[in-house]
Structure formats: structure tokens, C-alpha cells
């Protein structure tokens, strides 16, 4: 072998060396965003948000130093990962908040989905069960300012969490993962600024 051959060889072995350290540090962050979840969606997105600037940061001088395209894609892959994580520990700490918040929340998406128009609202059996009282006034009056009326179904839908709205033939899927997946690609954009843009 030339000693052309021997340095081509060892960069190849160097940069799947980074390459592999990168994947395992990503991993091992990944794990421990989620073993250390809290139930304060607010603070647990802020706590990820700092630890993930710190990582990042480990993360570009690896890629300066070595400035290898490979160790870039890798970083660009563990990038997406995270993102994904975040996004998705928001996602189980809405589903998973206390009655209050949850019906609070449901309340909020309400506001932004109503239409004016008389139709009904379909929640879960569980959500049927443990809905407050007087939350179905509540839905009333949104429905009200905004020039229509809505009447809780009292048949569960086959959904786990938020509520689909029903206007005649027409339904709205307001659910959790209905809402997330429609905004998933403003979702990344948002949590990569926040994460990773100076």
C-alpha cells in the first residue's frame, strides 16, 4: 500500500470513528430527554431546549475540527432526531396533563377550530367521563361568539384525546395527533430555531 492509500484509509477509519461517536452521543441524549421528562410541558420543552444548545455546541466543534461531510450528515441526522423527540415529548405531555390543564387546552384548540355554524362535539368515552362540570356551557358560549352552537355528543367517539367537530357531513379532526401532524413541519421549523440557530 502507498503511503497515499494509508492516510485515504486512515481518515476513512477516523471519520466512522466520529461518525459513530456522534450516533451514540445523539442516542444518549435522546434517552435521557426522556427519562428525565416532566410533567410542565412549558419548563420540560425550556430544559430541553438549554441541554440541546449544549449538546449542539459540542456537536459543531466536533464537525469544525474534523470537517468531514460525513460527520456533518451525521450531525444533520442527529439534528432531525432530536427535533423528533422534542416534539414529540410536547405531544405526550399535552395528551398526559391533569384534568384541568387538559379540558383548559381542549377549550383553547376549541377557539381556534369553531365554526359558525350548528353542528356537535365528540369526545372519547374517558373524556366523556371525566369532562368537568359545566364545561359543556363553556363550549356553548365558544360556539355562541362565534355565531354558531355546539352540542356535546353523547355517543364517545373512537378517538383518545382532543374531539372531532361534526358539521352536518362535515368533520374537523381536532385531535392531539390530528393537530400535531397538520403542523408538524411548522413544529420543526420552530424547535430547530430554538434549538440550533444562533
Known amino acids: 500500500m502507498s503511503g497515499l492509500d494509508n492516510i485515504v484509509k486512515k481518515i476513512k477509519s477516523n471519520s466512522q470513528d466520529e461518525i459513530e461517536l456522534i450516533k451514540k452521543d445523539a442516542e444518549g441524549y435522546r434517552a435521557s430527554v426522556l427519562a428525565d421528562a416532566k410533567k410542565d410541558t412549558d ?8 441541554n440541546a444548545k449544549r449538546e449542539q455546541a459540542v456537536y459543531e466543534e466536533k464537525v469544525i ?9 451525521a450531525l444533520l441526522k442527529a439534528k432531525g432526531e432530536v427535533i423528533d423527540e422534542v416534539i414529540e415529548r ?5 395528551k398526559n396533563q391533569d384534568t384541568d390543564a387538559y379540558f383548559d387546552t381542549v377549550l383553547n384548540i376549541l377557539k381556534d377550530n369553531v365554526q359558525s355554524k ?3 362535539i365528540c369526545f372519547s368515552k374517558t373524556d366523556l367521563d371525566r369532562m368537568p362540570s359545566g364545561f359543556d356551557k363553556k363550549i356553548s ?14 355517543d364517545p367517539a373512537d378517538i383518545t ?6 358539521y352536518g357531513d362535515i368533520e374537523e379532526n381536532c385531535t392531539f395527533d390530528a393537530i400535531f401532524d397538520a403542523k408538524r413541519d411548522d413544529l420543526r421549523d420552530l ?8
Do not use: T, W
Open 43 to 50: 419548563k420540560e420543552i425550556k430544559d430541553i431546549l438549554d
Open 65 to 73: 475540527s474534523n470537517g468531514e461531510f460525513k460527520q456533518r450528515n
Open 90 to 94: 410536547a405531544l405526550d405531555e399535552l
Open 118 to 120: 350548528d353542528g356537535k
Open 141 to 154: 358560549d365558544v360556539a355562541k361568539e362565534n355565531g354558531g352552537s355546539l352540542e356535546v355528543d353523547s
Open 161 to 166: 384525546d382532543g374531539f372531532i367537530l361534526k
Open 191 to 198: 424547535v430547530n430555531k430554538n434549538l440550533f440557530d444562533k
